[in-house]
């Protein structure tokens, strides 16, 4: 099987042709994005690979299935950024990898709280410069807050029982909430409107879909308390950045910690450290003391790019085999 990979970074790489040493797959990595300009790359191929920030809209599917590629394999658990239905049209299979590493993603998001509620880039940045004062840097103890987790699948139960370990109390709420889950690990689902209104912490762990596109927008900001902090560790577009940078600039919201922006399409996984930023919304957030972005890597573990690169090639020989497609995504 000839595989094309796009948006390709050296961890990639290294995992992949690891675990390809047991496929013996022919893979051909490039750097770009996958969208209408670079899809002509995948002709020749049978199956591509694809990220995050791939574009795979039904114009790149027709595109793919038209140079005679059979499936797509998101190496990602998130597919929001693929057309299912397009691709079941096509007759292209869609598979990803479903969990790959909750504890990667749970974990990062409770490195960015801690970082974000005991000032840890401040600090750095100064001892840094070997500047060894305090002042400015007074955190606040998390034990005893109230943690609000939004969806409660693989990687928000992580970060449930993550938070607890602080002895934070942790609401939930989510579409489909498991009481039993619930019961057993001393969780209260709550509505949706009281996850907002009593917790000190709001921790997102739902998927990007149009019902979710924004749930945290400026009506939820506004129920929230003004020194409530936001982990997002999910997709980018579940906050309205515009309505959250209002709020941050007003005083209506203590901060933000993101691993993932609605506009980081165009901006995470390269360098713009010389180039000029376009996007205001990103740029005046970056410049605020009570944000820290990081980049799309709470996924960036050892564990977890290995678990990827086996499930990613173990789809790729299922299909191959004509064996069941246990991570397929269908419409
Ligand atoms: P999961 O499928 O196990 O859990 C998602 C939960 O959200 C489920 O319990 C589901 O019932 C709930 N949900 C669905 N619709 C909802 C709604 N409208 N309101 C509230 N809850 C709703 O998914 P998992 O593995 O926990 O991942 C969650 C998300 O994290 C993924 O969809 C992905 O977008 C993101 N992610 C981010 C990564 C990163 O590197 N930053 C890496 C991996 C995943």
Redo the contacts with the bound molecule.
């Keep these: 099987m000839r595989i094309a990979f796009f948006s390709t970074e050296s961890y990639d790489k290294e995992s992949f042709d690891v675990a390809n040493t047991e496929f013996g797959y022919e893979i051909e990595y490039f750097e770009s994005r996958l969208n209408g300009r670079t899809a002509a790359k995948a002709r020749g191929f049978d199956a591509v690979c694809a990220f995050?920030n791939d574009k795979l809209d039904a114009k790149v599917l027709a595109k793919l299935a038209s140079y005679g590629v059979k499936i797509v394999a998101m190496r990602?658990?998130?597919?929001?950024n693929v057309d299912v239905g397009a691709a079941q049209e096509l007759g292209i299979k869609i598979v990803r990898v479903?969990?790959?590493s909750?504890y990667?993603?749970?974990e990062?998001g409770a490195a960015l709280l801690l970082a974000l509620t005991r000032k840890l880039p401040q600090a750095c940045a100064r001892t840094k410069a070997m500047n060894f004062e305090l002042g400015g840097l007074t955190g606040r103890d998390l034990h005893g807050l109230t943690a609000g987790i939004?969806?409660?699948?693989?990687?928000?139960?992580?970060m449930a029982g993550i938070l607890r370990g602080f002895g934070m109390n942790i609401i939930a709420?989510?579409?489909?909430?498991?009481k039993d889950w619930a019961k057993e690990n001393g969780v209260k689902y709550v509505e949706?409107e009281d996850l907002y209104r009593e917790c000190d912490v709001l921790s997102?762990?739902?998927?990007?879909?149009p019902?979710?596109r924004h749930?945290v927008g400026h009506a939820a900001i506004q129920m929230m308390k003004n020194d409530a902090v936001i982990i997002?560790?999910?997709?980018g577009a579940l906050i309205d950045s515009r309505a959250l940078l209002y709020a941050l600039r007003k005083g209506q919201i203590g901060g933000a910690a993101i691993?993932?922006y609605e506009g980081e399409g165009e901006y995470f996984f390269n360098d713009w450290s010389t180039k000029v930023v376009e996007d205001d919304v990103l740029a005046r957030l970056m410049s605020l003391p009570n944000v820290i972005i990081t980049g799309?890597?709470?996924?960036?573990t050892k564990n977890?790019l290995k678990n990827i690169a086996d499930a990613t090639l173990g789809s790729l020989r299922a299909f191959e085999e004509g064996a069941d497609l246990v991570n397929e995504v269908k419409a």
């Design positions: 995050v990602c658990a998130g597919f929001d479903p969990a790959y909750p990667a993603v749970a990062h939004l969806g409660t699948g693989k990687i928000g139960r992580i709420y989510d579409a489909f909430p498991d949706l997102l762990h739902c998927p990007l879909m019902e979710t749930i997002n560790v999910a997709r691993d993932v799309h890597q709470a996924f960036l977890a």
